[in-house]
């Protein structure tokens, strides 16, 4: 293979598997001062020259003193037919495994750029009934990704590959085979990303969401407060005819999402955690880790929600321990429709107005 040959392989290759020139070109450089070592009488370290032009290679050899310091630089590149064979079988044996490790770090680095981003997807391959294995392949432009059962949305993309949908990439890991991306459906950063791309003021930083509470597929609550009094949260997020919540929800596949004003107020920030439901009352604890949410004893099946979603969403964005009890129940009255405290872990947030409020999509 002659150096007009090699350039031009050089290039299809890289065009053909969307490298760039230069990266291959490094890589021919190191494959061929790995060679070199293996001649005869190889000095100890050499440095490969490569002129990308003209394709013209120079080897300088180096010798090691007694400290590892490089010494007795000269010239030892191999004659011109000795240099072809080298080139030669360096190109056809080492460059495509090193041409593959360029591709994954090149992959690597592509996602690994776009953690905690919304990519677009489609499915490329599901699990038959009697797979063990659980995740999905998500076709994505430059790549795969995979989605554990733990990221998936009950029931939500099982027998379906048609349509592209978005997904959130939660991280990319190094493995033996090469970069495997990681991609979620239930992640609250999917919710997130969704609103910040219908919602120019998230952009702008004129309206935040400070907690995000779901259940994924079911519903999701989020917290929202802005720095611009002018400017309302919940109507922004909203936005005119319900057009901006109403595209998320589709994109979430009639995943129910209440809207909610944040307070840095333990007590209104509950008391809108709970909506859509009425709340009378609200006694937190002396080490405000939890509370007794008093409603109206026709509002309490509506406060706790279906399978108690509602109450415990509430509890996820408030970051308490809910106790939810009806009016009657809190003086001590005998009632049938009681409801068990509900527990969650704290959810992160930042001091903001006070203003009770709240909207359901």
Known sequence: MNQADMKEAIRMIAADRGLSVDSL???LVEALATAYKKRPGAAEEVIVGLNPDSMEMTF????LDG?????????????????????????????????????YQGKYDQFRNKEGEIVAGRIRLMPDRNSERKYLIIDMSGGEGIMPLSEQVPNELRGSTDGTFKVFLVEVRQTERGPQVVVSRSHPGLVFKLFQMEVPEIVSGQVSIMAIAREPGQRCKIAVASTDSRIDPIGACVGGRGDRVKRVVTELRGEKIDIVTYSEDKRAMIMNAMSPAKVTDVQISEDGTQADVIVPDFQLSLAIGRAGINAKLAAQLCGLRLD?????????????????PVSAAPVSAAPVSDTPGGATA
């Open 67 to 103: 400290e590892g310091a490089w010494i007795n630089e000269r010239d030892d590149t191999p004659s011109r037919d000795e240099l072809g064979r080298i080139a030669a079988s360096t190109f056809r044996a080492v460059l495509s495994q090193r041409i593959r490790e360029v591709e």
């Open 25 to 27: 070109l490094q890589v």
């Open 60 to 63: 300088t050899a180096y010798d």
């Open 324 to 340: 939810v009890k009806s009016e009657s129940e809190a003086a001590g009255l005998t009632v049938e429709n009681t409801a068990a």
